[in-house]
């Protein structure tokens, strides 16, 4: 599961700071009404959105994001390994 190390409406700011106003945004087709909602309310995004952020901010997405694994998740990926072992 990731996380956004900074508020959706921090991103939302930070990118009209750099001239991608919601309304510039949705005039040339770079992102959808819908998107910006979900980043608004730190809603699960696309790789490509999250790449088109990073552009627009001129940042990496370790920026933005920061991808913590919990045990359930370590659980159900890393215990098929050990399953086979027992076999």
Do not use: H, P, W
Request: proline fraction near 0%.
């Amino acid at each position: 599961m990731y996380r956004y190390k900074k508020s959706g409406e921090k991103i939302l700011a930070e990118m009209a700071e750099n001239g991608y106003t919601s309304y510039v945004l949705k005039k040339y087709g770079l992102m959808a009404q819908g998107t910006l909602t979900k980043i608004r309310n730190e809603g699960n995004l696309t790789l490509d959105t999250l790449s088109k952020i990073c552009i627009m901010l001129k940042c990496n997405i370790s920026d933005i994001i920061d991808i913590q694994v919990s045990d359930a998740e370590k659980s159900e990926f890393y215990g098929i390994f050990e399953d086979k072992k027992k076999i």
